[in-house]
């Protein structure tokens, strides 16, 4: 936990000053669709989800672009992956690299896929757009040359967590939506 904390302790305090504001914006969002005469408590779910979307996104891309020591591209699929795994001194470095870069997309893929739920094939477009978030993302980080290496696993590993959160936010919108 101690980890997690020295890596994300400059995020953190930003990200709590955007909850205020985007709450904001999301209730006046709420209070125009009642105005307009959308039932109530459908607005409401709409407008918490549209607000958990735009609270994960802006986490995905402060934690994804932050500066960093390092710099480069890397196209090879699972090149690095294989590299982390299996030449890690660590067992903990895979958990922390691997499967972060999957737990990071969950919370987009859910709230994606309850904002989108009402259309066909929602997992299919929810894994897509997370996928596209993702290259977008890593071609940032090499063309902005912000210290951070692009990663072919990186798009791969968070296209899986949108899909995972995508499968979660479809089961969920199929029980409470």
Request: proline share 3%.
């Amino acid at each position: 936990m101690e980890q997690l904390w020295r890596a994300f302790n400059q995020v953190i305090p930003i990200f709590l000053i955007c909850i205020p504001f985007i709450i904001l914006i999301g209730w006046f969002l709420y209070y125009r669709k009642v105005k307009a005469g959308e039932e109530k408590k459908k607005a409401l779910i709409y407008s918490i989800i549209n607000i958990f979307l735009v609270l994960s996104i802006i986490g995905i891309l402060m934690v994804t672009m932050l500066p960093g020591s390092l710099s480069g591209i890397q196209l090879v699929p699972f090149v690095s992956s294989i590299d982390v795994l299996f030449n890690s001194v660590d067992y903990t470095v895979p958990i922390r690299i691997l499967g972060f870069n999957v737990v990071l997309f969950i919370p987009f893929g859910v709230f994606m896929a309850l904002r989108i739920y009402s259309k066909r094939k929602v997992i299919l477009l929810t894994t897509l757009i997370g996928m596209l978030l993702s290259i977008i993302i890593e071609f940032l980080q090499y063309a902005l040359a912000i210290g951070r290496i692009s990663n072919i696993d990186d798009v791969i590993l968070n296209s899986f967590g949108a899909f995972l959160g995508a499968i979660i936010g479809y089961l969920l919108g199929k029980r409470f939506l």
